[in-house]
C-alpha cells in the first residue's frame, strides 16, 4: 500500500518520544519504542540546551557481555547508535525521520557491564544530511570517556 496526498505522514515513534521528552526536559522518559531499546533499558535523561547535549541512559549486564566480560562492541555501538539518533530526531521538525548512513566508532577501553551513560549533539543539520557526534560513560563518571562515535544521518521526508 502506498501513502497518496491525503495520507498524513507517519511520525516515527522515536521521535514522538524525543519531542516530547523535550517539552518536559526534566522528566526522565522510557524508551519503549522498540524491543532494543527495552533490552538495554534505554532512557532519555537530561537535555543540556546550552551545551546542545541529549544525555541517554543505558543497562548493560551479563547477557550483553563477550568472552572476556566486557559488554560486546555491538551493544555500546547500538547504545551511541540511540543518542545520535535520538538527538538528530529532536532537532527535526515533527513528522521527519532520519537513519545512520555512516557510523565511526572509537573504543579508548573496554566497557564494564553496568549503568551507562550516552551524551549526544548535533554538530551540523543540513537539508538532507544530519552529523552528529557522542561519547560513552559509566554513570557518575561522566568525563571518563568510554567509547566515542559520529555519524551521519541522512533526513526522511
Known amino acids: 500500500m ?10 516515527n515513534p522515536d521521535q514522538a518520544l524525543v519531542l516530547d521528552f523535550l517539552r518536559e526536559p526534566g522528566m526522565p522518559r522510557r524508551v519503549d519504542t522498540n524491543p532494543v531499546a527495552l533490552d538495554v533499558q534505554a532512557e532519555l535523561l537530561r537535555w543540556d540546551a546550552q551545551g546542545g547535549w541529549l544525555h541517554c541512559g543505558f543497562l548493560a549486564d551479563a547477557r550483553h557481555t563477550q568472552g572476556n566480560a566486557a559488554v560486546h562492541g555491538g ?29 565511526n566508532m572509537q573504543f579508548e577501553r573496554a566497557v564494564q557491564p553496568g549503568s551507562l551513560r550516552v551524551r549526544a549533539r548535533v554538530d551540523r543539520l543540513g537539508a538532507r544530511l544530519a552529523f552528529a557526534a ?4 559509566r554513570d557518575g563518571a561522566e568525563g571518563d570517556v568510554l567509547a566515542r562515535a559520529s555519524a551521519v544521518m541522512a533526513l526522511l521526508g
Open 2 to 11: 502506498t501513502a497518496d496526498a491525503s495520507t498524513p505522514p507517519r511520525i
Open 75 to 103: 551493544i555500546v555501538t547500538t547504545m551511541l547508535d540511540f543518542g545520535l539518533a535520538f538527538a538528530v530526531l529532536g532537532r527535526l521538525p515533527e513528522g521527519r525521520s532520519a537513519a545512520t548512513v555512516s557510523l
Open 134 to 137: 557522542g561519547e560513552l560513560y
